[in-house]
């Protein structure tokens, strides 16, 4: 049975992603469903900047939204990857685009090559030589914008900002302007919630985007799995660095690896949403504090200091009430996954949720999901550095499927069929993302990889196919505009 009452906690960027999604696939589907979010004007957000995965933009275009007024109106910037700065040893650096080249070349094993001939797997990827010449995804072509290239790009945002823009842009949506005390349960689960105002909202269906809060999903008898066994930060710092005046706006994260944790850069369009992601085993918040300040060469104001928790819900779908967002999660900022899980969960959510076994589906693929980026994450802690106490600790012992896959990939690159399809053909952790960062850490084998090109005709295919693709996104990253300059005329053009 489908709900003909949806009822959304928590305001944020989730929350409205969810309110958006979820009357959408309503309206399509023939539901009937009334969407409602409640939240609270007294609640404020950190709002210290967050990276999208492409499956963000391609929901803008889903719902017909202008990329250039969301950019305009929230102050977001391009995102093509991160930059890992000190990771695999200090004063080294890779990089982990976002695109996938793979799509253009029919399969060929351009990574086999790149590793073979001692080179970047990253000189094939269109979104590399964005990043390396700082430049926007279009170019001026007879007057007019074109593309670079067929690759869906990220962004950066203030999540406050974002999350404002979005309600916004939805319509039909009901808001409630208050604070959940308590809920009522009842056979299904949620019966009705109890507000601060003492009024009483009943509802059919409840998602809980309430963040750490878990305002719903708690007082169903949520279990939370811990990953502080697997996960080495535990602590963040966020604050704010301003933008000086002209300085270029970098179109990547960078995450910069420190002696206790790891500082994350994110630029908007004003400023840098920075933070120090530590572990308090190996520091207290003064020192680490004191670390960013000599890193920086400059004083900082910590927003905040807030302890991690990192881990997730065993099952964020009880009964009629599914977490989301920060609700559901909460793993450190390395990989852009919050935004990402939260979307691609609602698509599961909106195509499950009709279905008699659909939570069952859902926390199945949710857990497998969360696991997955926790692994994903871990793994760029296998590095040389040992420089630090963090250091020596962090090289401990990894997943077991992590583990396994590193043997596995000392042997031969990583293939696709090493990566099981996810649910719904949803997009996911594949070699487009795993293989820059083991080319970066190091953990690639060139023996091996020249093992896989040893066959002359496809070793010179590949060759060739690489060759153009270097030439190709060269040229076209040198024809695109400067990043700045390009949001800057996104302004001026309804100034």
Known sequence: MTPKRIVIVGGGTAGWLAAMMLSDVAARKGWGAAVTVVESSRIGTIGVGEGSTAVFRQMLGHFGLSEAEFLRETGATIKYGIRHRDWRRVGHHYDGPIDDPGLVTGGLPLD?????????????????HLMDKGRAPVALRGGRQVAAGPFHHAYHFDQALVGAWLRRKARGIAVIDDEVAGIETGAAGIAALRMVSGARVEGDFFVDASGFKRALI?????????YADVLPVNRAMPFWVDLKPGQEIPPMTVAWAQKNGWLWQIPTQERFGMGYVYSDAHIGPEAAQAEVEAAL?????PRRDIKIDAGRLRAPWIGNCVALGLASSFLEPLEATSIHGTITQLMMLAEWLPLPDG????????GAQVDDFRDFIRLHYVTERRDSGFWCDVAGSLPGALQDRLDLWATRLPRPSDFAPFALGLPHLQGQLYTPVLDGLGLLS??????EMADAP??????????GLVAEYTRAAGQCLPHRAWLDSLREKVS
């Not at 790149?114 to 990253?122: E, K, N």
């Not at 060139?446 to 093992?451: E, I, K, L, N, S």
């Open 446 to 451: 060139r023996a091996a990889a020249r093992a």
């Open 359 to 366: 939570a069952a589906r859902y926390n199945a693929a949710v």
């Open 112 to 128: 086999a090559y790149a590793v073979a001939a001692g080179r970047s797997v990253g000189q094939a990827h269109l979104f590399q």
């Open 458 to 467: 496809l070793r010179d295919r590949t060759r060739a196919a690489h060759a």
């Open 297 to 301: 060469g400059h004083k900082i104001e």
């Open 218 to 226: 708690l007082g169903l008898g949520a279990e939370w799995i811990s």
